[in-house]
């Protein structure tokens, strides 16, 4: 499983940084959604990885990390998606509103010359 | 709490001046006069606790942890000027009614101006030297404002500009010095400051202190070099003149000078800077005054001159100089601000200050006349008048002091000089205007201004006289007051009379006035002949040229800088940062060897497998499909993006999975409606590649590869170690005991770490407004204004539900019926569920993020399927006002534990048991998730409601 969650990340990640270099601004967006999707599993991952242990704490059960998984990235990452949801949202206002001003949708807001 | 209550008193009235109508003269002028007259009347009710060299001190500890404290401290001469201040503001205050025209926007003058009197009280009466030097930033800074009060004025703007960044940068050199000086005498405290006098003088720093905080006073006081801003902020109002450029802002600078006197004068090095600087611009202002034409310009330079004989003064390391300082101080405010009004008053009436014009107003404005003509008296030093005491003080110095043999020949003549200069262009100001034959192409006829506005013109005048003639009854046991905390306690000998007998000072008086007589008559000859119109020879010395010649090269200095540290192009940069990660990552990597851990690994499920060869195909497939395919990039992002939630489920973590679905759909709702926006592809155009092309594109292919892979290598060694557990065992052990919860990430976000969901949803609601701030400009680009291809394709005739039809309602009837109606059987099912998520969140999987989401998209899908207008006909949606809701009930129950006694969102659990319900434990951290729900709510739908108005309104073509 490690492996596997290590490689995707990988891909995640690489897929992205490929596109915010890309020279259109939805191309920088999908890649910076991209990107999220990786740190965010990245930063969840940390915490290391468990199955059937949520930290939701039973009676009976002592609470410690032996019987529940690490909590503390899992609120990290909660934060994280709901921030990286309000900076795309703004992102693709501020691209529709540089397009809308420029005329084109290029990232420095204007052509490449010839 | 007291001193602090009468700093705040100016900037409350700031702020209720602020708010009050802006055209409501009579209003605002009452309420700042009254604010400075009550500040005023409280300032001169401490004098008998300051009377005998008392100290009122007082100190409110602000953040503890770091021992800071606020420090506000009034001994003797903070109190003189603290008096100036205020009375001299609430003056103005009545003036400037009078003075600002109806058409301007007045409330903004007065909120600048009382803001103007709290930094300029915070500086007086700083306990601390760091605080000190924030009200002294914090008066350049309104200054700047006040200065370019007139905004459309290109003068204005200019004068503010130079002036902010003069004083602003001598503040900066002031903090330096300060910290130094702090240093050197082991506290900030001014007390333990002025008590550390010998210590700071012997110490190898003390220079470096010294030169850093005379800039920082030297820049204030427009002393030179640092002169010239003073005659270009004149573009300012004259109220804001006469309270700034000559009772308070100018004399910070000589305040401070003032203030350290007893710590670091006394020294030759003292002597020489503080001395230097003030000889040189009492000439030199002096000079430069006679021959100015803009009566606010001969006041200006004027003043500057003055504050250079006040700085001379303290200059002279002589307690009695020094005592003389501290009485012209308060005789210039006197009669500079007179001054300045009555210019003012000359300006409203006549419509020009130009001297040249102005001739014989005595007889159109005989009152105001005869006040100007006294104050300038006091200005020239004519006996009776107070401006002539201390400059008898001066002369006395000048003859007395014991220094060099140079200097001990050349100041008396050089003091001489200088006030045969004072009487020139006092004279000039005065008589040039007042006599004479009346001038007859005046723009506005003169007349008397209104009574009222003279009422504070004569009152100044009146101080100036009674000063005058009974000197020692009226201000004696003040300036005594005033002047013995500034030489240290012990004052020398001195007398204040008018008559001293026959001696040297007095005859260096009646040599300056006589030979200043005939000085101005033989300037106004042979300028009558149209010589000596500019200063000889000084008049090149341009300040501003210098400045803005200076501010020109900088500018393009740090451009230079820029393109040369800054690539072009966003894509360029982007790459040098990802490159220079990867390498720095690298190098990283060099002191840890990449090897795996040994910790115990789960073993791999086929079904997991390929998820995620669903979900690298997604990545892979969005990253290929983003340039031409929009909308299958978006797909292939929902799906990555549905394999993420997945994994969080699959890895204990329920909290994440539901929230990464609600925000997926929120999303790709989001992207769908900015689709429409986004220019087409234009097909048939071949996609020729350059070379250049190509290496880009594998430069960028190796980068991606590159992060990728360190991502995976990273990632995959962190995996296989075992986690550090700093802090999370305390969470599990808590969440329970103390945060009455059983869900350990929600009783995180909402109890332990609920400071940061603050910040978080303030964040959202932040950049919903900004979102709708941002689309109210939107100009959508002409070619996607028209119907959408596919709607157009139907012709107009054609009986169906898809279009409307034409001339019936602005909107498609009876459109997807059955979705509709579906959607909102919905509604009230999905608001339950919405509610249940919320409710359960503390013990469950669930909480406010996800509630929230799940009631926007339930409206979004009334939005999709009913259409914008259906739907806000019938439900009332302001979600502005859920942000607003959201986050005061967050702040509010964060403040309720302060009131509680506990630190800020603590939580406190209820438990009680109600009929039928039974036990129930109602945790307070429940109102601040209800909180963080509704402005999840709010801002979701204020971000995707604006955006898809767009498309109404580009159809409605506005």
């Known amino acids: ?114 | 709490m007291r001193l602090a209550v009468l700093l705040l008193l100016p900037f409350a009235g700031s702020v209720a001046t602020a708010v009050l109508p802006t055209r409501a003269r009579t209003v605002l002028a009452s309420v700042a006069g009254l604010v400075s007259a009550a500040a005023a009347a409280w300032v001169i009710s401490l004098y008998p606790q300051v009377r005998d060299g008392g100290v009122l001190r007082e100190t409110i500890s602000w953040v503890p942890s770091l021992g800071l404290e606020l420090t506000f401290r009034i001994d003797g001469f903070a109190w003189m000027f603290a008096v100036l201040v205020t009375v001299i503001g609430a003056l103005v205050s009545l003036y400037a009614r009078y003075y600002m025209s109806p058409e301007d926007p007045v409330a903004r003058f007065y909120a600048f101006f009382l803001a103007f009197m709290g930094a300029m009280l915070g500086v007086v009466i700083s306990g601390n030297l760091i605080q000190l030097v924030v009200f002294w930033e914090l008066t350049s800074f309104v200054s700047f404002l006040l200065i370019g009060y007139f905004t459309h004025r290109l003068d204005a703007q200019r004068g503010a500009r130079m002036a902010l960044i003069v004083t602003g940068a001598g503040g900066l050199a002031l903090l330096g010095g300060v910290v130094i000086l702090g240093h050197i005498a082991g506290s900030y405290e001014l007390d333990a400051v002025l008590a550390a006098g010998a210590q700071v003088r012997a110490h190898p720093l003390y220079p470096l202190a010294l030169v850093l905080i005379l800039l920082g006073a030297l820049t204030k006081s427009a002393q030179f070099p640092f002169h010239f801003w003073l005659p270009h902020a004149m573009a300012a109002p004259t109220p804001v003149s006469a309270y700034l450029h000559s009772a308070t802002m100018v004399k910070a600078g000589v305040f401070l000078l003032a203030r350290l006197w007893p710590v670091l004068s006394g020294t030759e090095l003292w002597f020489w800077l503080v001395g230097g600087a003030g000889i040189a611009t009492l000439l030199l202002g002096a000079y430069l005054a006679m021959f100015q034409n803009d009566l606010k310009r001969v006041l200006a330079y004027s003043t500057v001159s003055h504050l250079g004989l006040i700085t001379l003064l303290f200059g002279l390391n002589s307690p009695l100089a020094a005592v003389a300082g501290v009485f012209h101080i308060m005789n210039h405010a006197t009669f500079k601000a007179s001054l300045f009004m009555a210019a003012g008053v000359v300006d409203h009436e006549t419509g020009t200050r130009d001297i040249r014009r102005l001739s014989g107003l005595i007889r159109s404005m005989p009152n105001t006349g005869v006040l100007a003509l006294a104050a300038s008296a006091a200005m020239a030093g004519v006996p009776l008048l107070n401006g002539f005491l201390s400059k008898e003080m001066f002369f006395a110095e000048a003859v007395f002091l014991r220094s060099h043999p140079y200097v001990e020949v050349g100041l008396p003549l050089l003091a001489t000089l200088a006030s045969i200069f004072a009487v020139v262009y006092s004279l000039r100001f005065s008589y040039d205007i007042f006599f004479g034959p009346p001038s007859t192409d005046l723009p506005r006829a003169p007349e008397e201004p209104p009574r009222w506005m003279r009422v504070p013109i004569a009152l100044l005048v009146l101080a100036c006289v009674i000063v005058g003639v009974a000197p020692a009854l009226s201000i004696g046991a003040p300036l005594a007051t005033a002047a013995r905390p500034v030489v240290g306690g012990a004052l020398p000998d001195y007398s204040l009379a008018v008559w001293h007998g026959f001696n040297l000072p007095l005859v260096m008086s009646i040599v300056a006035i006589s030979l200043g007589t005939i000085g101005y008559l033989w300037l106004r000859a042979r300028q009558a002949r149209g010589g000596l119109q500019r200063a000889p020879i000084l008049a090149r010395l341009d300040g501003k040229r210098l400045f803005e010649r200076a501010l020109v090269r900088v500018t393009r200095g740090s451009r230079r800088l820029l393109r040369l540290v800054q690539p072009e192009g966003l894509q360029t940069q982007l790459f040098v940062i990802l490159t220079v990660a990867v390498v720095l990552a690298l190098f990283a990597g060099r002191e840890v060897p990449l090897e795996w851990g040994d910790r115990a690994r789960i073993s791999a499920s086929p079904a997991f497998v390929l998820l995620w060869v669903i979900g690298a195909i997604c990545a892979v497939g969005a990253a290929v499909m983003a340039k031409f395919h929009r909308l299958v990039a978006i797909t292939l992002m929902g799906g990555a993006g549905l394999v993420t939630c997945v994994t969080f489920a699959w890895f204990s973590a329920p909290d994440l999975a539901l929230t990464q679905i609600v925000v997926e759909v929120v999303t790709t709702t989001l992207f769908l409606l900015g689709l429409r926006w986004l220019p087409m592809r234009i097909e048939g155009i071949p996609v020729q590649r350059t070379l250049a092309d190509r290496v880009r594109r594998a430069r960028h292919l190796l980068v991606a590869v590159g992060a990728g892979g360190g991502l995976a290598a990273l990632s995959y060694a962190l995996l296989t170690r075992p986690a550090p557990h700093s802090i999370s065992p305390f969470f599990l052990r808590h969440a329970l005991p103390d945060g009455g919860g059983h869900n350990v990430v929600n009783v995180m976000l909402v109890d332990f770490r609920a400071f940061d969901t603050i910040g978080e949803i303030t964040v959202l609601g932040t950049v919903a407004l900004t979102v709708f701030a941002l689309l109210r400009r939107f100009r959508p680009p002409p070619e996607t204004k028209g119907q959408p291809e596919q709607q157009g394709l139907i012709a107009a005739e054609t009986a169906t539900d898809l279009v409307r039809p034409g001339g019936a309602e602005d909107e498609p009837r009876g459109y997807v019926l059955v979705p509709s109606l579906l959607t909102r059987l919905l509604l009230p099912v999905s608001l339950v569920v919405a509610a249940y998520y919320l409710l359960r969140g503390h013990n469950a999987p669930g909480g406010g993020f996800v509630a929230g989401l799940i009631v926007s998209i339930t409206m979004l899908a009334q939005y999709m399927f009913g259409g914008a207008r259906w739907t806000e006909r019938h439900a009332r949606l302001s979600p502005v006002r859920w942000i607003a809701i959201g986050l005061l009930l967050a702040a509010l129950t964060g403040l309720g534990a302060i009131v509680a006694g506990y630190p800020f969102l603590t939580t406190h659990t209820a438990h009680l048991s109600l009929p039928l319900v039974g036990d129930v434990h109602l945790p307070s951290a429940t109102f601040f998730d209800l909180g963080v729900f509704s402005v999840v709510i709010g801002a979701t739908l204020l971000i995707l409601t604006a955006l898809a108005h767009q498309s109404i309104r580009a159809r409605r073509g506005t």
């Open chain 1, 1 to 114: 499983m490690e492996a596997v969650l290590a490689c995707v990340i990988g891909v995640l990640g690489g897929a992205g940084v490929w596109l915010v270099q890309r020279p259109r601004t939805f191309q920088v967006i999908m890649g910076l959604t991209l990107l999220s999707y990786a740190v965010n599993l990245f930063i969840f991952s940390v915490g290391s990885l468990a199955i059937d242990k949520p930290p939701v704490v039973r009676p009976g059960v002592p609470a410690d990390l032996e019987h529940y998984t690490d909590p503390m990235p899992q609120s990290l990452v909660l934060t994280a998606i709901v921030i990286s949801f309000a900076t795309t949202a703004l992102f693709l206002v501020v691209l529709l509103a540089t397009r809308g001003l420029s005329g084109t949708d290029h990232v420095d807001a204007k052509e490449d010359e010839p």
